[in-house]
T-cell receptor, first 113, second 112 residues
C-alpha cells in the first residue's frame, strides 16, 4: 500500500493555466507538507498543515494556494502558471510537527511551456 | 536561522570503495538530524536519523554520528554498491513547529 500518494505524476501545461496537484497519506499522520525541488535538486519547503491548519507558509507567490479538506489530504492549486514554476513538487507527511521523520510521495513533475 | 551545508557533488566512486559525504549544520538548541536518499525518478526516503548528541544512526550499511562539538553528521559507508547511486540529502529539524531544513544534496555515482 502506498503511504503517501500524489496525482498526477506528470503535468505538462501552458503558461497562464491553472492546475491542481493532489496528495493523500494513509499513515494516520497529523502533519502534511509541500516541497518544491528545482532543476538543481534543491529542496525547499512551501507549506505545512497540522490537523488541517496552516502552520508553515514560506515566501511563496500567492498564486499557490494549499487546501487541506481533512488530515489525510493536502492539495496544491496553482493559478496563472509561469515558466519558473516548472519543478518537481513533493508532498510529505509526519506524525508530529518537529523532529519526526517525514514520509515523501513520489513527486509531481510539472513542466510549464 | 537553521541551516545545513553538505559537500558538493557529484561524488564518483568505484564499487566497494569507502564513502564519506560531509554534512555540517547551524542550529539553536538540539535539532534532530537526518539523511534522506533520492533514487532516480523517485521521492525522498529516510536513510537514517539521530536525535541527540553522540547518537549513531545506521541503515543498509550507512552510518552517521551526531557530533555536537563539531556540528557535523557525516554519512559513511564502508563498501558502496552500484545500487547506492542516488542523491543524498542531509537535513535537520528543531522541536515544536519547526520545518525540515535540507542541504543542497550530494549526487553519488558508483561504477562497477
Amino acid at each position: 500500500d502506498t503511504a503517501v500518494s500524489q496525482t498526477p505524476k506528470y503535468l505538462v501545461t501552458q503558461m497562464g493555466n491553472d492546475k491542481s496537484i493532489k496528495c493523500e497519506q494513509n499513515l494516520g499522520h497529523d502533519t502534511m507538507y509541500w516541497y518544491k525541488q528545482d532543476s538543481k535538486k534543491f529542496l525547499k519547503i512551501m507549506f505545512s498543515y497540522n490537523n488541517k491548519e496552516l502552520i508553515i507558509n514560506e515566501t511563496v507567490p500567492n498564486r499557490f494556494s494549499p487546501k487541506s479538506p481533512d488530515k489525510a489530504h493536502l492539495n496544491l492549486h496553482i493559478n496563472s502558471l509561469e515558466l519558473g514554476d516548472s519543478a518537481v513538487y513533493f508532498c510529505a507527511s509526519s506524525a508530529g510537527t518537529g523532529g519526526e521523520t517525514q514520509y515523501f510521495g513520489p513527486g509531481t513533475r510539472l513542466l510549464v511551456l | 536561522g537553521n541551516s545545513v551545508t553538505q559537500m558538493e557533488g557529484p561524488v564518483t566512486l568505484s564499487e566497494e570503495a569507502f564513502l564519506t559525504i560531509n554534512c555540517t549544520y547551524t542550529a539553536t538548541g538540539y535539532p534532530s538530524l537526518f539523511w534522506y536518499v533520492q533514487y532516480p525518478g523517485e521521492g525522498l526516503q529516510l536513510l537514517l536519523k539521530a536525535t541527540k548528541a553522540d547518537d549513531k544512526g545506521s541503515n543498509k550499511g550507512f552510518e552517521a554520528t551526531y557530533r555536537k562539538e563539531t556540528t557535523s553528521f557525516h554519512l559513511e559507508k564502508g563498501s558502496v554498491q552500484v545500487s547506492d547511486s542516488a542523491v543524498y540529502f542531509c537535513a535537520l529539524s528543531g522541536t515544536g513547529f519547526q520545518k525540515l531544513v535540507f542541504g543542497t544534496g550530494t549526487r553519488l555515482l558508483v561504477s562497477p
